[in-house]
C-alpha cells in the first residue's frame, strides 16, 4: 500500500519547491511560509527519510526542504 493522502500531499509541496524545514533533530516543516497543521507527518517523513534540507545549516536554521531519491520514489508509485 502506498503512502497516505497527507503524506503525498506533502510530498507534492516539497516537490514543487514550496516547503521549508527546520534542520533540529527533529525537523518542522512549513509550506508556504506557514507552519504545518500535522507536524507527526513532517517528522515521519524526515525519519524515513523521504523529505531533506536543501543544504547543512546551523542548528535550527530553516533551509528549503527537498525530496530525496527515496522521496521521488515514494511520490512516483
Excluded: K, W
Excluded at 509541496?13 to 512549513?30: C, I, K, S, W, Y
Excluded at 507552519?35 to 515521519?44: G, K, M, P
Excluded at 536543501?54 to 525530496?67: D, F, I, K, N, Q
Amino acid at each position: 500500500m502506498g503512502l497516505p493522502h497527507r503524506h503525498r500531499a506533502y510530498l507534492r509541496a516539497v516537490a514543487h519547491g514550496r516547503a521549508e524545514m527546520t534542520t533540529n533533530q527533529v525537523p518542522d516543516l512549513f509550506i508556504d511560509g506557514l507552519a504545518c497543521c500535522d507536524q507527526h507527518t513532517a517528522h515521519e517523513l524526515a525519519a524515513q527519510h523521504l523529505i531533506a534540507p536543501s543544504e547543512p545549516a546551523e542548528r535550527g536554521a530553516r533551509v528549503t526542504a527537498v525530496l530525496t531519491d527515496a522521496g521521488t520514489t515514494h511520490l512516483a508509485a
